[in-house]
């Protein structure tokens, strides 16, 4: 139990330092924000104002009235009807206004307006895809700070959630349907400078970054403590709500608030396409920000696919029973259409990319996979991918 | 008074012999597992359900545990999230359709339904002992499905995951559906019996009102579990065959199935709390030695809530998608069931209003119930109001919303029923000071566990994680050492019990002072009850009792209140009770 008691007091501090945020709700980040806590508390001071005096009354009359065993009762007094007509009748006002001020709410909350931002999102276990349009994809939310914004959602597989505490909303992400959701946020994330991001990274060489983690920086007024994507944005927690399956707990992603317009353009831009750096670096970045990762390892452990680690160029077992080298066609195909050949032992649950991956990603993410592989054909990467992916088209 | 002597007239049946007992008037196994004595079938369901609970309740501790750390403390490695996910979902479906469904109707009701209401026994004997080994039979499949591959879809059975997740949906959801038949047919039994077996003078609003929650409930399980049974049988259908209702991928829509779920399983919370209601109305009235306040309000509110309780189950998807305006039909209409709940709780406040209240083990138990249910009730409007509902759905304030009401509601009226009938039971005293003690851990680990998860809710802590963020883990921690108390405070009433097995005094036949027609039988009561039909009155009338200081026990002193003629049994047919 030692570890447990560490933690509770590591993070007894944390919960009452936690910025922004009261003992109830977490920081308020969009336009609901304020009106859904304050229905809430509409409902909690309503529900105090009956709990507290009948509790009261109940423990009074524990004092009062306790008597010794065969004592008989002051009263037999069976029954008052108007007294039990008012406090039927009573509270059925309070009820109705607590329905209309949710009603009213909820609404809104429906009714995106005209000409809201549109984003993409596609919910598959277990991680999330946002279509910023043009064909760039993105697992973290990007979007503007006082901009309505309306999400297209949809779900390769099971029911998802999409859950944004700081936010107020929640819609379902249910396959076979397209569900939409809107929002305005109100707080624009913070970015750390290049040179402390430097600094982090550097001191999370070697493991994937941790959303999670609390790093501690130096500003001109002192520390601070921050959380922060691997491009330095503070953001806000973005979860599944709807169990999924097992790793539903880990389908969680981060909402990052541009500013300005200008700004989320910037960052849609420089997400789009490799640019500059190598294929099997782009194809790295691709592994992680697509979603392969959660289901693929790179360490030879199995998870819900099989591992990439040494697997290009080597032989898989199909359901069918048939032999399977994993070269270009194959990675491709298992791509696109990942249910046409299944590796024994695993279910065919991967979703297909197709139409999300542009000939030059699927070539990087091969070039990757080579580049993790002991087993591969020790020609130079590129020379070998180049002309497959033109020619399977 | 002074009590050496008793006003003339005083009734007391004594004790029984071995032979009219009911626990000692045949013995050997077989006695028991073919008997069609109703008492017996309920210590049999007794002995079921708290087994169930048993192990519902480790996992549940499994859980908790598991929580104490962001990262998870107990299901490690890489299938950790898998067994904990398995953990999760067999607590809630072994609570659900093992314990709490059939906790107070089948164990308790089927002890207390017939002597209650003055009649030999249920009206089909048979079907009762059948409805018994199906629950057996359920059981056995949920267990073999744990055995197999596990059940990782939560006890809700969403599709389209369960249509394609690769643990044992099929076998769990067999023995849902054989509870379902045992259900049925306990509520078939009871409805029955109540209709058709009232012995003379037990007219409607001379029932106890355990009687009256009893029939609202089995009122709900007759026309309820059928569509959970054709709900589970389609969910396989399409698993095994792919006909395409459910499952988007065949064209079928995941969220008919969430409708046809609830269109069960919302009145189904109803089958669990509303015996609870009968229970505690009857205990606050008996330890508070004064008539139930509003008697007819509260026996309607029974059937009202059986009623409207089949209006609402849209409120469990508010998130999913429904258009707007059905959306905000169903919380208009969720608001109605409040308001009968309200007005249970208001009449038994009433009703402890000038008593003379005993704080017995019993006693402590129902004021615990007023507490907690009230709380349940009242985060319930959190939830049954669109907007915060938006932001609450899903987290950990639905999960501590529905365990304020099933377990700080329908197992703690539960427990007090059991320390309330034990003494008739089993025909032993148990400890009063423990019994006390036991129900104050209960009452604080309760709240230990659960308080802290309305906070961990709304600050957005999504339910059904394995693993979460490093700002929850102290929350979670409370809630952890909360659940850690509520185990051994529910270990100690059990302890309590078996004790007075033991070593317990020998029970007279009326220890609290109740008027309702058990406590007029010997404790534990003849294997037929009654040796002939019963005086009934008012159920609530305590005028005529007087305690008995030198033998500890409570006596009825007006020697025949309505006389009913010797011949009457004879003559009126047993089914023609009603006439007042
Ligand atoms: C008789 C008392 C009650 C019982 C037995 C009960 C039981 C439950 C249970 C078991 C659930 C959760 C089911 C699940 O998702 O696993 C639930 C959820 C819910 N309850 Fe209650 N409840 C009671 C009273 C109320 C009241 C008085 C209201 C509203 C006025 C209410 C509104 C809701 C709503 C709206 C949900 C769905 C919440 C969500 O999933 O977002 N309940 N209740
Ligand atoms: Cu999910």
């Known amino acids: 139990m030692f570890p447990a008691i560490e933690s509770l007091a590591m993070t007894f501090p944390t919960l009452l330092a936690d910025k922004n945020a009261d003992f109830w709700f977490p920081i308020q980040g969009s336009s609901f924000a304020e009106e859904v806590d304050w229905v809430y508390d509409l409902i909690l001071y309503i529900s105090l104002a009956f709990f507290v005096p009948m509790m009261v009354f109940m423990v009074w009359c524990l004092f009062k009235y306790i008597k010794a065993r065969g004592t008989k009762a002051e009263s037999q007094l069976s029954h008052h009807t108007t007294l039990e007509l008012t406090w039927s009748i009573g509270p059925s006002v309070l009820l109705v206004w607590m329905f209309v001020q949710g009603s009213i709410s909820f609404l809104d909350m429906r009714s995106p307006p005209e000409g809201s931002y549109d984003i993409g999102l596609q919910a598959f276990k277990w991680g999330w895809t946002m279509d910023y349009g043009n064909g760039t994809f993105h697992p973290e939310l990007h979007i503007v700070k006082d901009e309505p914004t309306k999400l297209s959602m949809r779900s390769t597989d099971v029911i998802h959630s999409v859950f944004i505490p700081a936010f107020r909303v929640k819609k379902d992400v249910v396959p076979g349907r397209y569900n939409y959701m809107w929002f305005k946020p109100t707080i624009a994330s913070e970015q750390i400078s290049a040179e402390q991001l430097a600094k982090l990274k550097k001191q999370n060489e070697g493991t994937t970054w941790d959303y999670d983690k609390v790093h501690t920086i130096e500003t001109e007024d002192g520390e601070k403590e921050v959380q922060v994507t691997p491009e330095g944005y503070t953001f806000f927690d973005l979860y599944c709500a709807e169990y999924c399956g097992t790793n539903h707990s880990e389908m969680q992603t981060v909402v990052v608030v541009h500013e300005t317009q200008a700004d989320l353009d910037a960052w849609i831009k420089a997400n789009s396409s490799r640019g500059e750096v190598s294929m099997e670096e782009w194809g790295e970045l691709l592994y992680g920000r697509r979603g392969c990762s959660g289901c693929h390892s790179v360490d030879g452990s199995k998870l819900v696919g099989p591992t990439f680690k040494d697997v290009y160029g080597s032989q898989h077992g199909l359901t069918t029973g048939e032999n399977q080298i994993v070269d270009e066609n194959y990675v491709r195909e298992s791509i696109l259409a990942p249910k046409a050949k299944v590796v024994a032992g695993y279910q065919p649950v991967m979703p297909s990319y197709k139409g999300q991956l542009s000939d030059d990603d699927i070539a990087s993410i091969i070039a990757y996979l080579k580049s993790i592989s002991a087993n591969a054909p020790s020609q130079p990467a590129a020379a070998q991918a180049e002309p497959e992916a033109e020619s399977a088209e | 008074m002074s009590n050496a002597t008793l006003p003339a007239g005083a009734r007391d049946p004594g004790y029984p012999t071995e032979r009219e007992n009911y626990l000692t008037n045949s013995s050997g196994i077989l006695s028991w597992m073919f008997t069609l004595d109703h008492k017996r079938i309920g210590m049999m ?30 299901f490690t490695g890489a299938e950790g999230n898998n067994i904990y996910n398995q953990v999760f979902t067999l607590h809630g479906a072994i609570m659900v359709f093992l314990f709490i469904i059939p906790s107070i109707p089948a164990a308790l009701g089927n002890f207390l339904v017939p002597v209650m209401l003055g009649a030999k026994d249920v009206g089909f004997p048979r079907l009762n002992l059948s409805s018994f080994y199906l629950w057996v039979f359920g059981a056995l499949f949920f267990v073999s499905a744990l055995f ?19 643990t044992s949906v099929i076998l769990a959801t067999l023995g849902a559906f054989i509870l379902g038949f045992s259900s049925i047919f306990t509520g078939l039994n009871f409805i029955v019996t109540i209709n058709t077996m009232r012995p003379p003078g037990m007219t409607w609003f001379k029932m106890p009102l355990f009687l009256w929650a009893t029939y609202a409930t089995s009122i709900i399980q007759v026309l309820a579990t059928p569509v959970l049974g054709i709900t589970l049988l389609l969910l396989i259908a399409e698993r095994t065959m792919h006909i395409g209702i459910f499952d988007p991928e065949f064209n079928g829509d995941p969220v008919t199935y969430q409708h046809f779920f609830w269109f069960y399983s919302h009145p189904a919370v109803y089958i669990m709390i509303l015996p609870a209601f009968g229970i505690i109305s009857e205990l606050i009235s008996v330890h508070s030695h004064k008539h139930i306040f509003g008697y007819r309000f509260i026996a309607y509110s029974s059937i009202a809530i059986a009623l409207l309780g089949f209006l609402v189950w849209g409120h469990h998807m508010f998130t999913a998608g429904m258009s707007s305006l059905t959306t905000i039909v169903f919380s208009a209409l969720t608001f109605t069931v409040s308001v009968p709940s309200a007005i249970k709780v208001f009449n038994w406040l009433a009703t ?19 507490f907690l249910f009230t709380i349940g009730g009242l985060t319930g409007l959190f939830l049954g109001t669109l907007a915060t509902d938006l932001h609450l759905h899903d987290t950990y304030f639905v999960v501590a919303h529905f365990h304020y009401v099933m377990v700080g509601g329908t197992l703690i009226a539960f427990l007090g029923g059991v320390f309330h009938w034990w003494p008739k039971m089993v025909g032993k005293l148990y400890n009063e000071t423990h019994g006390r003690i036991a129900s104050l851990l209960v009452f604080l680990g309760f709240n230990g566990t659960f308080l802290p998860q309305f906070v961990l809710g709304s600050r957005g802590m999504p339910r059904r994680y394995a693993t979460y963020d490093p700002e929850f883990a102290f929350l979670h921690q409370l809630s952890t050492f909360g659940a850690l108390l509520l185990g051994i405070g529910l270990l100690y009433a059990f302890i309590v019990l078996m004790v007075s097995l033991a070593k317990g005094r020998r029970a007279p036949a009326n220890p609290w ?5 058990e406590w007029q039988c010997t404790s534990p009561p003849p294997y037929y009850n009654f040796e002939r039909p019963p005086v009934v009155g008012d159920p609530y009338d305590f005028h005529n009792l007087e305690w008995d200081a030198e033998n500890e026990r409570y006596v009825m002193t007006e020697p025949e209140r309505k006389l009913v003629p010797e011949s009457t049994p004879d003559e009126v047919p047993a089914h023609a009770g009603g006439q007042e």
């Open chain 2, 45 to 74: 369901y007794l002995i079921g359900v708290v087994s169930a609970f048993a192990i519902g309740g480790l996992l549940a501790l499994a859980i908790r545990l598991h929580l104490l750390k962001p990262d998870g403390l107990l």
């Open chain 2, 148 to 166: 197999s591959s596990g059940l990782d879809t939560g006890w809700t059975f969403y599709t389209p995951y369960s249509t394609t997740t690769d």
């Open chain 2, 352 to 370: 402890m209003y000038r008593g003379s209240i005993s704080l017995t083990t019993p006693m402590c138990y129902a004021i615990s119930f007023i």
């Open chain 2, 513 to 517: 002072g109740g008027v309702t027609l």
